[in-house]
């Protein structure tokens, strides 16, 4: 399979870092070049796909063998190195990876959307993480933005024990608030340090035009006013071991079926569970975002989708969790699913979608 007539390799290029999303490595690439992320994306193929010439999100979840190629030869990467970039290598154990890689290789590049529990894009960082390891080249471009940070069942990093954020400091956005459908936020604006916020602060609506990005470092002292416990880190490190390539694949597929199936359900019948393993602060915290989050076309309807704040997620996940652990599955679950519910005479149906 040659190589895209007049495409030749980038004159300097950089490692990948470990567990680098593709979308980081572009970015960081980018800015050694000093170039914008959408023209290393036009140089190195990943906008010949799009009829409006955009590098699409679903590129971070699968590449095609041809845009693998054509991204290992111009960026002087190894084909392997570059599809690690992606989710593919995690759709074997983690079942809305592998049902996102299944839609973009059927050519339904949007449709990962609406998989509640697969962020489309990567949206929590580490501050520390993007802080880099005080290497020459991580102070110049920054540390790496991990493919894992796209996976709610993620919300801490276990190496600097905080957990991860998904706000800005500054304009207090969602980080890649602006780009569901692309693979960067502002992908035409260049000299922008990969580890700062890249999110438009104001929209002229009358021009539709965005103001420069926000600018502002990522790699700052944590938001959170908690640092994840003994208990949460024991299970982020479980979920990452369960994540790991080499171990066996189907107790991971499972183990992630069943805690997001019963993720949901905790969360529909919540607060009758919410004493169930976790500390105050944490049922306080999926408490409020439930209220927040209850469904506008029905007061009674409530989502089941993973929260994108890291500290809510970790609180419903040690609940969930706990419940899974239980000797007694059925009777762990008793109090999730009482009279009233199976008779429909309490909680109206629409609470069970």
């Known amino acids: 399979m040659p190589m895209s007539p007049g495409r030749r390799p980038f004159g300097l290029s950089l490692d990948p870092l470990e567990g680098e999303s593709l979308a980081g490595f572009a970015l960081r690439l980018a800015h050694r070049l000093h170039i914008s992320p959408h023209e290393l994306a036009r140089l190195t193929g990943l906008t010949e796909q799009d009829r409006l010439g955009r590098a699409r ?26 599809r690690a970039m992606t989710l593919e290598p995690l759709a074997s154990r983690y079942p809305p990876a592998a049902r996102s890689v299944a839609n973009v290789r059927a050519g339904n590049v949007y449709s990962m959307h609406a998989d509640r529990w697969l962020f489309p894009t990567t949206a929590r960082y580490c501050p520390r993480c993007l802080a880099g390891d005080g290497s020459d080249i991580q102070h110049a471009h920054g540390g ?15 190496r600097h024990e905080v957990f991860l954020e998904h706000l800005c400091p500054r304009c207090q956005k969602p980080v890649n608030f602006s780009n569901r459908a692309q ?44 640092r994840p416990g003994p208990g949460l880190l024991a299970l982020q490190r479980k979920i990452l071991r369960l994540l790991r390539p080499g171990g066996p694949k189907q107790p991971a597929q499972q183990y992630f079926t069943e805690l997001i199936l019963l993720a949901g359900l905790v969360m529909i019948c919540w607060p009758r569970v919410q004493a169930v393993g976790t500390t105050r602060q944490l049922a306080e915290a999926v408490a409020q975002h439930l209220a927040i989050h209850e469904g506008t ?38 109090a999730l699913a009482p009279e009233e519910n199976r008779n429909r005479s309490g909680i109206p149906p629409t609470r069970h979608l």
């Not at 960067?184 to 021009?207: E, I, L, Y």
């Open 57 to 82: 999100a679903s590129l971070s979840t699968r590449l095609t063998p041809a845009e693998i190629k054509n991204f290992a030869a111009t960026t002087r990467l190894d084909p392997r190195e570059v």
């Open 297 to 334: 076309d029905s007061p009674l309807y409530r989502s089941t989708g993973a929260p994108v704040d890291a500290f809510v997620c970790a609180g419903l996940l040690q609940v969930t969790d706990r419940l899974l652990a239980a000797d007694d599955l059925r009777e762990a679950l008793a």
């Open 183 to 226: 693979l960067f936020p502002r992908p035409a604006a260049s000299g922008v340090h990969p580890a700062h916020c890249r999110t438009s602060t104001v929209r002229d609506t009358k021009t539709g035009r965005h103001d420069d990005p926000c600018g502002a470092s990522l790699a700052h002292d944590p938001l959170h006013h908690h």
């Open 144 to 158: 790496p933005w991990q493919i894992l940070w796209r996976l709610p069942v993620v919300f801490a990093c276990p």
